[in-house]
């Protein structure tokens, strides 16, 4: 088997400016000190930040600058998400959250868009409806899924059907249900036999604490709250063998999935939920123009302070220290 080693970039992330070329730094720093890595992966919305008025044409000048970077570097990236602004089939503007896949000559092999955008918060964005899977010849397939998209089991396991060996996951979480995300990637891990590679970011782009998870789900390497480079090398044969003889020799989810002798009547077209009706209505936030200002406020006054004094909002990694 080939090997085939990949690195999350966990940085700190702005809201007020561009983080275009700090990403162009921390990639160069970190094919300097790593040479022997293959693929890169970089957190949600770590180029412009988590508001929608960063939003931009793609393809665009984001997506050109990433493939020079592929290219120059002679590496798969994966260069986290942006806002894509688009028009719809009616002439109606929509936004998007869109991830790039490009490959070591620097081409663009795959787009996905998030298919759960982060409702009732991430407002003014659209859903994808397409799963995104891409084969590294001489090495394995591979899937894609953004952030949220995690809650949803069956986006994973429709990956993992679809044949993805490996979860190529970033996101932005910087809220107080990031230790349940850690949770969810290490089980996402072990129900579908396959690695799962969760890149958060810090700052505006997340609390941190990224996690790359093997197909035990056991964890291969969990981030600390800092800026981190995470290079791993990982064994395809592992996942193989896991789907061939079951987790850590025992329960085999993918092949009792394959023969399981029930279909799912709440996945059927036209299926009343009633339960599911009964929750009310997925309510919206108000107030979001404002939210978005005194967020790039808040942010944009960080960068005055003192080098000595810290300022954020997001919680402390510790809840018990609350």
Not at 87 to 108: C, L, M, Q
Not at 265 to 274: D, L, N, R, S
Request: charged share 20%.
């Amino acid at each position: 088997m080939k090997p085939f080693s990949i690195a999350g970039i966990q940085m700190r992330v702005g809201s007020a400016h561009s983080n275009v070329e700090a990403m162009k730094t921390k990639l160069d720093l970190l094919m300097a000190i790593y040479p022997w890595v293959d693929m890169v992966l970089f957190s949600e919305l770590c180029a412009y930040g988590p508001h929608i008025i960063h939003a931009q044409p793609v393809p665009g000048e984001f997506e050109q600058e990433m493939c020079a970077m592929a290219a120059k570097h002679g590496i798969w990236l994966l260069p986290g998400s942006i806002f894509e602004r688009t028009k719809n089939a009616a002439g109606e503007t929509v936004i998007y959250n869109t991830a790039s896949v490009i490959d070591p000559e620097g081409s663009v092999v795959a787009r996905y868009r998030k298919m759960f955008p982060f409702y009732p918060y991430e407002v003014g964005v659209t859903g994808g409806d397409e799963f995104c899977v891409f084969d590294i010849p001489e090495v394995g397939r591979f899937g894609v899924s953004i952030c949220y998209d995690m809650w949803f089991p069956e986006t994973t396991r429709t990956l993992a059907v679809m044949g993805a060996e490996v979860i190529l996951h970033p996101t932005l979480t910087g809220t107080i249900d990031r230790e349940i995300e850690l949770s969810i990637a290490r089980s996402s891990a072990a129900i579908n036999q396959c690695y799962f590679f969760d890149i958060n970011g810090l700052d505006a782009g997340g609390s941190g604490r990224s996690i790359v998870c093997g197909p035990e789900g056991r964890i291969v390497y969990q981030a600390d709250v800092n800026e981190e480079f995470i290079p791993i090398e990982i064994n395809l044969e592992k996942v193989r063998r896991s789907r061939e003889l079951g987790v850590l020799r025992l329960g085999q989810p993918l092949k009792s999935f394959r023969d399981r002798p029930v279909e799912f009547g709440i996945y059927a077209p036209g299926v009343k939920h009633p339960h599911l009706e009964g929750l009310g209505p997925l309510i919206k936030p108000t107030r979001v123009q404002e939210l978005t200002e005194l967020e790039v406020k808040d942010e944009t006054r960080a960068h005055e302070l003192p080098k000595h004094i810290i300022s954020t909002y997001r919680p402390p990694s510790d809840p018990s220290a609350i």
